[in-house]
Structure formats: C-alpha cells, structure tokens
Nanobody, 124 residues
Framework: QVQLVESGGGLVQAGGSLRLSCAASGRTFSSYAKGWFRQAPGKEREFVALITASGSNTDYADSVKGRFAISRDNAKNTVDLQMNNLKPEDTAIYYC?????????????????WGQGTQVTVSS
C-alpha cells in the first residue's frame, strides 16, 4: 500500500508563493505518475497538475498554467508543487494523488492513492 503525505500548505497573501510537497512510501514510487488536485468548500475536487513517472511530461489546468510548476525527485520519493502568484481563488485543500500507470490523466477517479490533503488559503 502506498502512503502519500502532503506538507507545505498555509496562509499567504495574494501574489505570494507556496511550495507543496508530497512524500510517498513504497519502492514503486518512480514507476507511477502523480497528480495534484484541489477542492474548495462547496465545490468538486478539480485537477491541478500531473507529472509522468519519469518526469518528462507534465500537464496543468488552464487556471494555474504559467503560475504553478510540478516536479518530482524519484530518488527522494517526493513530488512538489511550486505555486507562484497565488490568487484568492486558489484557496482549497490540495491533495497529492498516485496513479498505477506511468502516465496520468486529469480525472480524479483514475488515481488510486491519495494523501490526506493540505490547506492552502490565499487572502486578498
């Protein structure tokens, strides 16, 4: 069983930056794609970014493209999400998700492993 643990959330002013990190257990970390999703109060969970197993390909939601960057370190079993120029509408609980394939998709139901989430709050 893969365990994912997010960290790095917090309160930041609009225009600021945060870096989220997801630490994963398991020997097969480098074999699978990872994604970040978020869920705001009263809204459905939505896709933010994904990275393939090798790290060679990434994908972003249009709402974060150019502001967020996903990366991974397979030697350390971590996946990070650098968030710049944060906006109040980025406020949500952010979840790390693990697929069981080398590629990922934007669909939340494609992912098998989930972390407990970390709160990101952006004040205006």
């Amino acid at each position: 069983q893969v365990q994912l643990v997010e960290s790095g959330g917090g309160l930041v002013q609009a225009g600021g930056s945060l870096r989220l990190s997801c630490a994963a257990s398991g020997r097969t970390f480098s074999s699978y794609a990872k994604g970040w999703f978020r869920q705001a109060p009263g809204k459905e969970r939505e896709f933010v970014a994904l990275i393939t197993a090798s790290g060679s390909n990434t994908d972003y939601a249009d709402s974060v493209k150019g502001r967020f960057a996903i990366s991974r370190d397979n030697a350390k079993n971590t996946v990070d999400l650098q968030m710049n120029n944060l906006k109040p509408e980025d406020t949500a609980i952010y979840y790390c998700a693990g697929a069981r394939t080398t590629y990922g998709t934007r669909r939340a139901d494609f992912y098998v492993d989930w972390g407990q989430g970390t709160q990101v709050t952006v004040s205006s």
